[in-house]
């Protein structure tokens, strides 16, 4: 076990395969299931670490691909490491870039590289801020992430694109090439510390695709390589709760019930949450919440622990708010009546929030992005007290 980590399950549920667990790190303890806001470029867009703190946030996301083009990862490192330089103190997981470097032409406009090539040695790409030519290897993408100093780090991989089994196939089993790559880099990393800078998780992510036989190959090969934590990724995650739910449902009697799983990119909605925790999740990510929250989107409504399909039924029965309809106007109710978040217990109306919205004023980015993230932070604790 690596200094400073440990993951232990406090409990798990009859029914399905919620679990609730204690993940140290170097930078504290995280309570699982979690919800991590994604600050992509060193910041939780709108919000300031003592917003995240007081909603109740344990643990950030944050993007390598974007750090390492602006500011660049050398200048996070001599300014101290991405905690220091973004006054944050609690625990962080950095992504390895694998998923956007390969992902080109998806939401453009969110910076993604505006081309890409990838080979077996590595992704030759384009940035989207400058047009400027880069290449990501395994070896490269572990040591930015050594520049980063996040507490958990990604191993580099290829997400599986929707082209067909053999291509698959052929991604899979060149993420399982990558793999080895990083792991080798990764302890030379941890060896040149010699205890003078915090140590670092590496996890490893299962990919194949939407096909069975690929997902437990994939499955077995991450898992042999006897990782701090697992990382189950690609397309078909966090697309909907039912596919992905059947994708871990594969896999899951061949993961360790010792190390966090983490489900990359999950919760745009209240039920891909619940979905992805009911499947055994214990860490999840997404940009939705904070990016929904910027476009006019609020989540409303509330979960209710009954027995269904999952062992639950969601009920978000009000569902979400645009708040540019104009059938806000003059409605003095809080966004969310059982939300506790700082928006909604100062009593902040869906008419004020409306007109913010439409005035574009700077605090209705604050005030919306603080209700959405507090709202899946408050979902997985409610899910955590289900659970125990
Ligand atoms: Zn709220």
Excluded at 68 to 85: E, I, K, N, Q
Excluded at 171 to 189: G, I, N, P, Y
Excluded at 340 to 364: K, N, P, Q, V
Aim: aromatic share 8%.
């Amino acid at each position: 076990m690596l200094k400073g980590f440990s993951f232990s399950v406090v409990v798990k549920a009859h029914k399905t395969r919620a679990r609730a667990g204690e993940l140290y790190t170097p930078h504290g303890l995280v309570r699982t299931p979690v919800f991590m806001p994604v600050g992509t470029a060193g910041s939780v867009k709108a919000l300031a670490p003592g917003d995240l703190s007081d909603a109740g946030v344990q643990i950030l996301l944050g993007n390598t691909y974007h750090l390492y083009l602006r500011p660049g990862d050398t200048a996070v490192r001599r300014l101290g490491g991405l905690h220091r330089f973004m006054a944050w103190t609690g625990p962080i997981l950095t992504d390895s870039g694998g998923y956007q470097v390969s992902s080109l032409g998806k939401f453009r406009d969110e910076g993604f590289p505006v081309m890409s090539r990838i080979d077996d040695h590595g992704v030759t790409f384009k940035s989207h801020l400058d047009g400027s030519m880069h290449r990501f290897t395994p070896e490269k993408a572990i040591r930015i992430q050594e520049n980063l100093g996040a507490d958990i780090i990604m191993a580099f991989d290829e997400a599986t694109p929707a082209r067909g089994k053999a291509y698959a196939r052929h991604a899979m089993e060149r993420t399982h090439r990558w793999l080895d790559r990083c792991v080798s880099e990764w302890k030379k990393c941890e060896e040149r510390k010699q205890g003078k800078a915090l140590p670092q998780a590496l996890f490893g992510i299962i990919q194949g695709g939407n096909y069975r036989d690929l997902r437990c190959e994939s499955a077995e090969f991450v898992v042999s390589r006897d990782l701090m934590g697992i990382a189950i990724g690609g397309a078909s995650i966090g697309k909907n709760p039912e596919e992905t739910a059947e994708n871990v449902s594969w896999v899951a009697d061949l993961l360790p019930s010792n190390n966090p799983l983490y489900l990359m990119g999950v919760g745009v909605n209240p039920e891909d949450v619940i979905g992805a925790v009911l499947c055994g999740a214990d860490l999840i990510d997404c940009v939705a919440p904070t990016r929904l929250a910027r476009m006019g989107h609020l989540y409303s409504g509330k979960l209710r622990g009954k027995a269904g399909k999952w062992g639950f039924t969601s009920e978000f029965s009000r569902g979400r708010l645009n708040i540019d309809q104009a059938r806000f106007r003059l409605d003095d109710h809080v966004i969310d009546e059982g939300c506790d978040c700082y928006t909604c217990a100062m009593g902040f109306s869906r008419a004020y929030l409306h007109h913010l919205f439409r005035s574009r004023e700077l605090l209705y980015y604050r005030l919306a992005s603080l209700h959405n993230v507090r709202f899946m932070v408050r979902l997985t604790e409610g899910l955590r007290r289900t659970i125990v």
